[in-house]
């Protein structure tokens, strides 16, 4: 099992820059795909982005492409959310998720993850 843990949640005004981190421990970091998800007051949880278990495919939803940016660093079992440009409607928990994965590639459902974090708030002001 893993055990993930984000932090890096604030409040921050439009445009402004907020960077998400995701702390995991239990087994090696390495052997899994990593996800982004958020989930804003009344709505259903939806897909941010992903990053494969080596960091070289990743996938971002249409809503943050071009503002937001995925890494990590399999050395210190952390993956990152970079997250630029924010407006209002990015505000909303954000959590991690993670599932054993050595094929190489990403994850974009709910469904395909077995391991989530608790969530941090990220709030968005205009």
């Known amino acids: 099992q893993v055990q993930l843990v984000e932090s890096g949640g604030g409040l921050v005004q439009a445009g402004g820059s907020l960077r998400l981190s995701c702390a995991a421990s239990?087994?090696?970091?390495?052997?899994?795909?990593m996800g982004w998800f958020r989930q804003a007051p009344g709505k259903e949880r939806e897909f941010v982005g992903a990053?494969?278990?080596?960091?070289?495919?990743?996938y971002y939803a249409d809503s943050v492409k071009g503002r937001f940016t995925i890494s990590r660093d399999n050395a210190k079992n952390t993956v990152y959310l970079q997250m630029n440009s924010l407006k209002p409607e990015d505000t909303a928990v954000y959590y991690c998720?993670?599932?054993?994965?050595?094929?190489?590639?990403?994850?974009?459902?709910?469904?395909?993850?077995?391991?989530w974090g608790q969530g941090t708030q990220v709030t968005v002001s205009s």
């Open positions: 239990g087994r090696t970091f390495s052997g899994y795909a």
């Open positions: 998720a993670a599932r054993v994965d050595y094929s190489g590639r990403y994850y974009t459902r709910i469904t395909e993850y077995d391991y």
């Open positions: 990053i494969s278990w080596s960091g070289g495919r990743i």
